[in-house]
């Protein structure tokens, strides 16, 4: 009588142990099957039947151990790297990146194409959708999904870009899902600060931490935050847009359409402006690179003022979320290890003791290509069973 019913229980137990596994696996590399029984506390039964069932799906593969040992080694199971792919595509407002990689997550320059944004929305799409069919077609490894990085506020109730402030083609988009329609391949959109958010706890200094921070600092200002091992999103998954906050009443134009917003004031694209606007003449980011490598005390006033700001930011996100460590992107300050550790003492000037007390600020080794990779990948392990936590 109850036969149906019990055969749903054990498919669905089957799965959550192997994704079990696919955790494990990812947190600690290639590992043999006797250490995937020790990590997972599964029996050697359970994961063996596991690991055959995920070598079958195409989701991991084998391969022998490197390098002597003794006795008889067993064969590493890892993430699949050569039999099945994914697409990591990052719109940002000047450029657009695409990268192909396996389950493994392994980003190279090799395999990244980086192209100018287009300037309408259609463009936009035809060119991504051009350029993910090459990137396929360049493999046999099996498609499995594209991550799909993008700037502003994405309402996850409406499953659209609501809002991008820096690039107003994707305003009321959803490039995942037109993507998805033209290449018959599963999509996933995800906030560009969300996207690092994953990218640094599984390949980054954040595994197997369950509360950090994520501060973009690059073109606007996102907060990305991990509470209890889960994205913090709020009601629409909108949650932590600390660049919009009003830090200067009467300061410039942000892109928002409001003045002087936290952004405008404590990132890359702000310290660009404010060097240029210096030296009187428009300056893209390498041209100031190169300035502030050469004579960086001429410069002093523009990276003061962004270097406070950014402080400031860094301390609402410690004193309100209590992080255990906070990871910022960036280049010009999170990128020069003098210049953010001027940032890192003014925060200790703003932030309650006892927070920063327990909390470490490091810049993040992720890149946004890692975040689109690392959200497609985190939702086929989502997809693929419940946690058991």
Not at 199 to 208: I, K, M, N
Not at 257 to 268: F, H, K, P, Q, V
Request: proline share 5%.
């Amino acid at each position: 009588m109850h036969q149906p019913e019990n055969r749903v229980e054990s498919t669905l137990l089957r799965r959550i142990n192997e994704r079990r596994l696919i955790e494990v696996i990812q947190q600690q590399g290639p590992s043999s099957r006797a250490a995937l029984t020790r990590a997972s506390g599964l029996t050697a039964p359970t994961v063996s039947k596991a690991v055959d069932s995920l070598l079958k799906r195409g989701l991991v593969e084998e391969l022998d151990p490197v390098g002597p040992a003794l006795g008889r080694p067993g064969r590493l199971v890892r993430m699949a790297a050569d039999t099945a792919t994914v697409l990591g595509v990052v719109i940002d407002a000047a450029t657009c990146s695409l990268v192909a990689t396996g389950l493994d997550g392994r980003v190279t320059e090799e395999r990244t194409r980086r192209l100018p944004t287009p300037a309408t929305y259609g463009r936009l799409l035809e060119l991504l959708a051009r350029q993910c069919r090459s990137l396929f077609d360049a493999t046999a490894a099996t498609p499995l999904g594209i991550g799909v990085s993008v700037p502003g506020l994405v309402n996850e109730r409406l499953e659209e870009i609501v809002f991008s402030p820096n690039l107003h083609i994707l305003d009321k988009r959803n490039p995942a899902r037109d993507l998805e329609q033209r290449l018959g391949v599963k999509c996933i959109l995800l906030q560009e600060t969300d996207g690092l958010c994953l990218s640094e706890r599984l390949y980054g200094d954040a595994r197997g931490l369950r509360d950090f921070a994520m501060l973009d600092v690059a073109t606007g200002l996102g907060l990305g935050v991990m509470s209890g091992g889960e994205l913090l999103a709020g009601h629409s998954g909108m949650a932590g847009e600390v660049g919009h906050i009003t830090v200067m009443p009467d300061g410039i134009r942000c892109g928002c359409g409001n003045r002087g917003c936290l952004e405008t004031l404590a990132t890359d694209a702000a310290l660009v402006r404010l060097v240029s606007e210096q030296v009187g003449r428009p300056l893209d980011a390498a041209a100031v690179d190169a300035l502030l490598a050469e004579r960086p005390d001429d410069f002093a006033g523009p990276v003061g003022t962004v270097t406070e700001y950014l402080a400031i930011a860094i301390a609402a996100v410690i004193n309100i979320f209590n992080p255990t460590a906070l990871f910022v992107h960036g280049t010009f300050l999170a990128g020069s290890p003098e210049r953010f550790a001027r940032v890192v003492e003014r925060v200790r000037q703003r932030t309650l003791t006892a927070s920063l007390a327990e909390c470490t600020i490091t810049p993040t080794r992720s890149s946004k290509r890692q975040g689109a990779v690392a959200g497609v990948i985190h939702h086929l392990t989502q997809a693929w069973a419940p946690a058991i936590r």
